[in-house]
Structure formats: C-alpha cells, structure tokens
C-alpha cells in the first residue's frame, strides 16, 4: 500500500460534506485495504489542539483503524499534531470548524485536517496532512 494512497483517502475524508458521503467513500475505501474515518470538529483553535488530537485517537480506536498500542495511538497523534501545525499560521487565534480524516493501509497512517478558519464574516480555509508509519 503506498503511502500517497493513504492520504489521499484521509484527505478525501476530511472533505466530504455529508454523514451519507462519508460512509459510502469509507466503504469504496474499505474495499480497497483502507479503513478510514472522520470526525467533525469546531471551537477556538489554541484552546482545541489537544481535543482535536484525543478525538482522533479515539476515533480511530473506535473505528478499529488502529489497535490500541502505544505506538498505533502514538502514530495517529504524531500525525494529527503534524497536520495542526501546518495550519496553525492562519489559525491562531481564530475559531476553526471542519473535520478530520483519518486513514490507515498497510503500514501507514495518515491524518488529514480541513478546516475553515473564522474572523466575523471573512473566513479562509486550511489544509493540514501527517502521516506516520506503524
């Protein structure tokens, strides 16, 4: 499995617009050797890091895309603080609202972070994508 294909589908999970999408793309992946998932998240975005980390972890437990070691929990959270950092420029500071998507083939673990990021009425929008080998 190639890790490219793994966050890609973590990507593509981090942006679906509906439960409805998100469950029939986690199937097409399923099919494909990818288990995935996603997660919806929104709040101010310093305050939130550590939240934001603990409900993919726990996402993936609780979908099974990882065990529960310490080093598959390790590599999810190693990966979802990867892609927080990425967007944490355009964030800080700021509400953020989006999801998070979470994939693992083989030996890879990728987590992907879409978020749109608020000021009043002047929103952007960020991309951040980790990935760890287990």
């Given amino acids: 499995m190639e890790s490219r ?3 890609r589908a973590a990507l593509s999970m981090a942006m679906t617009a509906s ?46 895309i990882i065990d529960g070691t310490h080093q598959s929990e390790g590599a999810v ?5 990867e892609a927080l950092a990425q967007i944490m420029p355009k964030a800080l500071g700021l509400n ?11 030996d890879h673990v990728a987590v992907a972070i879409f978020f749109e990021i608020g000021l009043l009425h002047l929103n952007d929008v960020a991309v951040g994508l980790g990935h760890r080998a287990v």
């Fill in 5 to 7: 294909a793994v966050a």
């Fill in 19 to 64: 439960r409805e999408s998100e469950t029939a793309l986690k199937e097409r992946y399923l099919t494909e050797g990818i288990r995935s998932t996603a997660v919806d998240y929104g709040g101010e975005f310093l305050s939130s890091l550590q939240k934001v980390v603990e409900r993919a972890v726990v996402a993936s437990k609780r979908e099974q």
């Fill in 77 to 81: 959270a190693g990966a979802t603080r």
């Fill in 96 to 106: 953020v609202g989006g999801k998070v998507g979470i994939a693992q083939g083989g």
